[in-house]
């Protein structure tokens, strides 16, 4: 199948490495105009440096966060096993693992972000639609995020300084000192985006094998005070395997997608840095399901654990962490949470919305100043509401998340790899009118109404309790469950069907 530019459109001049990594040639200028900044130009072939460890200790530092951990603990809090909780997060994180590599191909091939690469797409200015979706999706994560950093200062001072610290005087229901404790989490990460990309690599290098220790010994901890790991495997299952269980299973598996349905389409914002597609891709598969398979079957176990020993589960490691009269372990524990809750923030929540909100306005929006809007925006989200639930945790943020962003996966992965054979033209994704992906002033409208009829089935019959009551469209309850997949396979079918239609029309791209 050809490209869908018009024949009469050649490709700009760009150099192919014989590895397939594409660049524009040396001595060249770089693209210019009012859809191109520093930040979102292709990085350079000989700064794509980073290696199969380098991504592996990404997805380590990650997946290793207490984000990750009450994912896996609240399943335990709804009703499920170990064995049931450790199934669904296994096999969700397979399946997420298959976008994720189709979109971040496009990364070490071409050196682009992700905002840059949706422009193949949805156009050069239509590109700011999935990009400000995506964006939104990690300020409601990276304010869930930093609230869990804040619980972890706010009970660390309060092991420090005592009772004075954490009976402070509530303030819109919570201790003005955990507010305070959440401003100071902030400000680190704030601080830490500001060095750049590098400082990131360095800092996921070394918190990975350091948070991976602290979760064996929370193991270590409460199966001491279990009397020994039986009593954790034994916590029996409230659903059985029989029709209570399957009806959990779906949405639970959707939402499990859902967690890393961000980072399925923005990977190449972090592949754009990759040595070769060998190391991104083996990076990738050994560091995504392997390590968060390990800690979900951590966490579950502790959970299990802690249903043994206090009557019912604790879903929350900064509340049991709390529960321990050992002031080194809390410390030490704490500590831990600290370090991952930065690891995965920073990583996963600040660097992709940083070039989405770029994407917007390059000559206005520097990659800086888009990580702190994105600081700001995720303090207006509320996130403490959001974090409040396990329900409404699971279910209602993560499956509203997945089947939003699994429809804008859909049409890139159909664009990408099926229209387009992984060729793109580098200088038109930069080029405002004329170019191959300029499309109708600058939007392609059939990406956009393949994004609206994926999102209304996807998320259309969902049920937003405890965010709002009822179903926005009552018929399409029994799609609900199955939001992420309903979302990826309605919009590529739509975008593939317009898409021929648009190349017969002839029309300049």
Same mark, same amino acid.
């Given at each position: ?7 009469? #459109? ?462 926005? #469209? ?36």
């Amino acid at each position: 199948m050809t490209d869908t530019a018009p024949s009469a #459109i050649p490709m700009s001049p760009q150099v192919t490495r014989p590895d397939g990594r594409v660049e524009f040639p040396q001595g060249s200028p770089p693209p210019s105009g009012p859809y191109a900044n520093e930040d979102l130009l292709p990085v350079p072939v000989d700064k794509r440096t980073w290696t199969t460890y380098n991504f592996s200790a990404l997805w380590v530092g990650m997946a290793h966060n207490t984000a990750s951990w009450t994912l896996a603990s609240g399943l335990i809090a709804v009703g499920m096993d170990w064995r049931q909780a450790v199934f669904t997060i296994a096999l969700a994180n397979v399946i997420v693992l298959v976008p994720m590599l189709l979109t971040g191909h496009a990364g070490p091939k071409y050196g682009i972000p992700f905002p840059v690469f949706a422009r193949s797409s949805f156009g050069v200015r239509g590109a700011n639609l999935p990009a400000v979706v995506r964006a939104l999706v990690a300020c409601g994560w990276f304010g869930i995020q930093t609230w869990i950093g804040g619980e972890a200062i706010y009970f660390l001072a309060g092991k420090l300084i005592g009772d004075s610290w954490v009976n402070a005087s509530e303030v819109g229901g919570h201790a003005w000192t955990m507010w305070l404790s959440f401003a100071i989490f902030w400000a680190i990460q704030v601080a830490i985006i500001y060095r750049g990309m590098e400082t990131i690599r360095r800092f996921e290098n070394w918190a990975a094998p350091f948070v991976l220790v602290g979760a064996f010994v929370m193991l270590w901890w409460m199966s001491s005070k279990a009397g020994g790991l039986g009593p954790l495997f034994d916590q029996p299952s409230r659903l059985g395997w029989g029709g209570a269980f399957w009806k959990l299973f779906w949405p639970s598996l959707m939402g499990m997608i859902g967690f890393w349905s961000t980072l399925s389409l923005n990977i190449p914002d972090f592949t754009r840095y990759g040595r070769s597609q060998k190391a991104q891709t083996w990076g990738q598969a050994l560091g995504l399901p392997t390590t968060m398979t390990l800690f979900a079957f951590l966490s579950v176990l502790v959970t299990s654990g802690s249903q043994a020993v206090y009557g019912k589960p604790v879903w929350d490691p900064v509340q049991l962490a709390a529960k321990t009269d050992n002031v080194v372990g809390l410390l030490y524990a704490l500590v831990t949470v600290l370090v991952a809750t930065l690891s995965v923030n920073i990583a996963a929540n600040l660097v992709s919305p940083a070039f989405d909100f770029s994407n917007i306005a390059p000559r206005k929006i520097s990659f800086r100043a888009g990580a702190l809007i994105t600081c700001v925006l995720g303090v207006l989200i509320f996130p403490w509401k959001l974090y409040s639930d396990p329900q409404g945790y699971i279910f209602t943020w993560l499956g509203l998340v997945g089947g939003l962003l699994g429809t804008v996966a859909g049409i890139l992965i159909a664009d990408y790899w099926i229209l387009r054979r992984a060729r793109l033209d580098l200088a038109d994704l930069y080029r405002s009118g004329g170019g191959r992906y300029w499309y109708e002033r600058g939007w392609n409208w059939r990406a956009v109404l393949a994004f609206a009829v994926g999102g209304v089935l996807a998320i259309g019959g969902a049920d937003f309790h405890p965010l709002i009551d009822g179903r926005p #469209i009552p018929a399409l309850a029994p799609l609900a469950d199955y939001g992420w997949a309903v979302g990826l396979g309605a919009a590529m079918v739509v975008y593939l069907a317009l898409m021929p239609a648009r190349r017969r029309e002839g029309a300049a791209d």
